[in-house]
């Protein structure tokens, strides 16, 4: 197989198939907490993505580079997630500096992406899958992207569902869990498509 279809698979795989949210149920906390809102949801999603991408790419150079020659495998989750929040300390003074708005209305969940499982979880993938640095990089970053893709769908809904008429036993986190299982099971639809 070329290296683009294997990159090409990758994507799809990771963006839709395997998706981290709906298929593998990493990364709730924010899926569920900070998808009141498109924009907030969005702003989320892309440092969500963000952190995927550069995680993948340092953690698998910290893998390669330090951990394996040097025999201490038995560190890779506390280098990951040091890796991951130097990350997220990153991203969080630069949204921060240009968009206060947004990094208000993020609150407690921007800091808390160094503890989604999901940014975790990606890093740890691309080393039991034996990945590439260029295979790494692609599943980081479209799985952010479908981390990007369903919480935004996951805003959308829940806006719409502001204006519905709702019993009241339901209205507020009820119909969100609710919505929320609908979506993954719509997601399981691209379960064929990659064996």
Known sequence: ????????????????????????????????????????ATGMGVAVTFV???ASVFTWM????LLAPLGLDYLRTIAFILVIAALVQFVEMIIQ???????DSLGVYLPLITTNCAVL???????????????????????????LL??????G??????????????RGFPITLIAAGLMAIAFLGFSGMIK
């Open 1 to 40: 197989m070329s290296t683009f279809a294997n990159l090409t698979l990758i994507a799809i795989s990771s963006m839709l198939v395997n998706n981290f949210v709906m298929a593998k149920f990493m990364g709730c906390c924010p899926f569920l907490g900070v998808s009141g809102k498109i924009k907030t």
């Open 97 to 103: 500096k240009f968009s206060p708005a947004l990094y």
């Open 150 to 155: 369903a919480i935004v769908l996951m805003a």
């Open 52 to 54: 995927m991408a550069m």
């Open 62 to 65: 910290v893998q390669t580079w």
């Open 121 to 147: 979880g990606v890093a740890i993938l691309n080393i039991e899958n034996n990945y590439t640095l260029l295979q790494s990089l692609t599943n980081g970053l479209f799985g952010g992207l479908g981390f």
């Open 157 to 170: 809904i829940r806006e719409r569902l502001e204006n519905a008429n709702i019993p009241q036993a339901l």
